[in-house]
């Protein structure tokens, strides 16, 4: 019931959102916004992983270009195909990669999984770079339709909704694992991995569940990238700043709980997008490093953190 | 490269015009393989064509793993062509074999490929050579401390800059600079070890944060080199840039061999350092029992801060000769992440030895890649390795474990 009544009140301020932007009458509003909220999915995502148990993930770039090359693919072979659906194959490849990463490293310690994540991520910038159907190095255009399918308006409205969809999804998930049996399970992973294997959790199951999930939210993220930016290259798609936000959020914001990168990511991400417009995107990347460094030095339990002294 | 892809399309084109391919090839025009039909064109100086594929192959390796998109696609073009001439020409042999100019191109081909392995082979050690200077400094801190210095390929990067400025602003050797500015390097490493000290190491477990710590060093070291210097390619001159020492067929550039001998110069000081003194001893203590080494009169936190500042240091030269064997810009660090920690778990954590073999083994693999599958694809090689190496043997070829 909780779970419930929490979802009512997440789509009653989304749909509040959405609202309010259109008031605004700005187009630039959605295109900002539909950052924000992607990396809100970015970092809830990450959170399930590296927050609840522990494991660092570096290949977020990886899970999210894979989603979007997915739609790439899709857009090229089936472009009837409508958006949701593509971002549930994206989230599904996203999620089997992720799944077989986990197998292969997910038995070693925390820090070979990170270093193997980063390294899937270059791998799989490697794979695209070569694969001439997507473009290879060059890069694939996808010309975005001019309406929205469901309701009177942009189309950058509508991938706007279906973000702001996504994202109240995951973030419900985040909350409802935070507080089941598998949120203790996590815990207890991250607290003391050999504790809990002594005392009866199938740590690799579990570890394997969020890795897969985690991976699998950051390809549905990556799956409208291709109709937002309507060019995608293997640079831009497997940017390292992917990585370094997604990591940066739920740190700044807490790791804890699923409110921490919710508070991460709206404040990060909308610093950056005043900061690209205002000074340079350059920059606003560097603040996002400094601020990263910054708060685990100085507030290891982030702005949440704070709050629950 | 551009001018090379040209040459490489001349050479196509010219054997497209003989009447002699055309019967060779025998309707397959459009795969017309340009290394049979140059050996039958006997007025051509053969030995200089036939090496020159080879040269390509084994000197811009890295070059050209690193030009700007449509430069390299354009090298991955010509090397597939190549190499799928190549490997039409060799299944073509058996079918024509009772034409005797198919047979001396046949020997020719032979040639071609030893030749072409034997450069292969030997580039790839010299750069296996190199990518254990690299490797080396992350071979202390990840091998012996146990600290996960992902940031090392970013100040790897950081020392290219300083030779770089060294040698265009003030004209300074390269690599001698390099080995002057390391003291520098030593203090920013002890800098920074003492900040992940305060801050991570005294606190407790802090894995998660500290691995952040040294992520987030990584990408604002990227991003203020951007800042500073843009995005362009950065060179160096020294007079070893350039010329080559020839072997037989085989083709030492002293680029690549310089280098190479500096950083296993670098490793075997290091070792000796390592082995022979009490501060060495005590690194390669510290790691395994910082309590004992307390009992010794020795300060745990002060060995590793020496250690830490030594593996910085190593970064400085690596990163001198990193900017002698390739242009370099900023956000090439990340290609060396997965190449350094392959290397490093691979080798056995913080076995020296064990480093400069793994790094030479992949040096050869990275190598023979490039020249049969095209430098794109090198990148992967490294990471696919890590993975197998992960997933198979964690504990590395030579590990203790």
Known sequence: VRNVRFILISLVVGSVTFTVARLIENAYVFFAGYVVLQYIVLATAWNILGGYTGYVNFGTAAFFALGAYTTVVLHKTVPFLPLPAMMLAGGLISGIIGLGMGYLTLRLRGTFFSIATLAMAVVAQTLITNWNFVGGSRGAYIIRPADSPIFPGDYIQYLFVVMLLLSVTSVSIARAIQHSRLGYGFSAIRDDELAAEASGVPTLRLKLIATALSGGLMGMAGAPLPYYVTYLDPASGFSLSYAVNTIAMPLIGGTATWLGPVIGAILLGTLQQVATVTISSALSLLLVGLLLVGFVIAAPKGIVGWFKR | ?????????????????????????????????????????????????????????????????????????????????????????????????????????????????????????????????????????????????????????????????????????????????????????????????????????????????????????????????????????????????????????????????????????????????????????????????????????????????????????????????????????????????????????????????????????????????????????????AFGFLLITLAVRPAGLFGRR
């Open chain 2, 1 to 381: 490269v551009t001018a090379r892809a040209g040459h490489e399309t001349r050479i196509t084109g010219r054997a497209a015009d003989t009447d002699q391919t055309a019967s060779f090839a025998e309707g397959q025009s459009q795969a017309v393989p340009p290394q049979p039909s140059q050996s039958t064109d006997l007025t051509q100086p053969a030995g200089q064509r036939k090496l020159a594929p080879a040269l390509e192959g084994s000197s811009i390796t890295l070059l050209a793993s690193r030009t700007p998109a449509h430069c390299a696609q354009q090298t991955q073009g010509t090397f597939l062509m190549w190499a799928n001439n190549f490997r039409k020409a060799t299944s073509q042999r058996s079918r024509h074999s009772p034409d005797y100019r198919v047979e001396t191109s046949q020997a020719k081909l032979m040639d071609l490929s030893f030749d072409l392995l034997g450069n292969a082979l030997v580039s790839g050690l010299l750069l296996g050579g190199f990518y254990a200077a690299v490797t080396i400094g992350v071979s202390i801190s990840f091998g012996m401390l146990d600290i996960v210095n992902i940031a090392h390929p970013a100040f790897v990067i950081l020392g290219s800059y300083t030779a770089y400025i060294a040698n265009s602003d003030f004209g300074f050797d390269p690599v001698l600079s390099g080995i002057a500015l390391s003291p520098a390097f030593y203090l920013l490493g002890t800098t920074i070890y003492y900040v992940y000290d305060v801050s991570f190491e005294r606190r407790g477990d802090a894995s998660i944060r500290s691995l952040a710590f040294f992520f987030g060093i990584l990408f604002i070291s990227e991003v203020a080199l951007v800042l500073v210097f843009g995005v362009d390619y950065r060179l160096v001159d020294a007079p070893y840039i350039g010329p080559s020492l020839h072997i037989g067929v085989i083709d030492l550039p002293l680029r690549l061999l310089v280098p190479c001998l500096i950083s296993l110069a670098l490793i075997g000081t290091l070792q000796l350092f390592m082995s022979y003194t009490f501060i060495g001893r005590a690194i390669q203590a510290v790691a395994q029992d910082p309590i004992a080494l307390r009992l010794m009169a020795a300060d745990p936190s002060r060995i590793k801060r020496i250690a830490f500042g030594l593996s910085i240091a190593s970064a400085s030269i690596a990163g001198a000769i990193l900017i002698v064997i390739q242009p370099v810009e900023p956000s090439i660090a990340r290609d060396y992440i997965g190449r350094i920690f392959a290397i490093c778990v691979m080798g056995g954590l913080g076995s020296f030895g064990g480093t400069v073999v793994a790094a030479m083994t992949l040096g050869v693999m990275e190598s023979l890649t490039s020249t049969f599958y095209g430098p794109s694809w090198s990148p992967a090689v």
